[in-house]
């Protein structure tokens, strides 16, 4: 039943657009000295090389990663994120990629919390083994709603959840949608990060909706859109909606994805950034 596997997908655009936010919240949360706990819900495999079979099938980076390697950065989070990425490829040559455990175990400290389940019987020990060394980890082989009951809310108070479904099936909307409210009843401090696709704009409407009927306050919505809108032929945008976002996010995503956009260079491409909940 589970047949996606993100090394297909590895550094591609959404992979840039969603690992930009990450870095950007959890280098907000990272200014106290305070622990924190990073829990992702569909961890990956961590780790991805550029030069695999599958990554070299799709070729999905060459229009992700790839066209910002070379590039100067002027803001501030698209540095810290091109740098996370330069330390997996010291000789300055992309060969791998990290995938959001990986970026958060590099950003985190000695005294911060990484928790992160992942149901795929490959990518869970490619995972695992990652981080054997790490304390204050843990990392399950279980379903990511599951996951909110048993390892939420986790012993300190602020953090970020990151919630990245492959969206294989239809239910996995609505499955989305009830595991958000039970997580965010058990922590409602958290910064939620909860990334969709853009394939077809009406659906992907409807989810948006759902989740801001939840009545759950102070959502943020960030979407990158390297192509217009087709109906259902594929994925030409990605977005992130954010809960409880840091005061910075909008500014600060602004000026990375300006230049983004100028780097993906593509003509008819465009991003958003909205307040949809107040708080
Ligand atoms: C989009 S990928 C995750 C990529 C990763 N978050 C990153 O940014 O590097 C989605 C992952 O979810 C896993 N998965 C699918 N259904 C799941 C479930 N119900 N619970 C936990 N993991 C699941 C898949 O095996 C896949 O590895």
Known sequence: MLSYRHSYHAGNHADVVKHLTQVAILDYLLKKD?????????????????????????????????????????SAVLQKYLGLIKQLNPDDELNFYPGSPKIAALMLRQQDYLQATELHPTDFPLLKSQFVKRRYTRIENTDAYAGFKAMLPPLVKRGLVLIDPPYELKTEYQDLVAGLQEAYKRWPQATYAIWYPVIERSAIEAFITAIVNTGIKNQLRIEFNLHPDTEGHGMTGSGMLVINPPYTLADDLTQALSEVQQE???????????????E
């Open 34 to 74: 305070k622990p924190l706990c990073y829990h992702d819900t569909h961890a990956g495999a961590g780790l991805y090389s550029l030069q695999s079979e599958h990554a070299q099938k799709t070729a999905e980076y060459l229009e992700g990663i790839t066209k910002l390697w070379h590039y100067q950065p002027k």
């Open 264 to 278: 993906l260079g593509l003509a008819n491409s465009h991003y958003q950034i909205s307040q949809l909940v107040g």
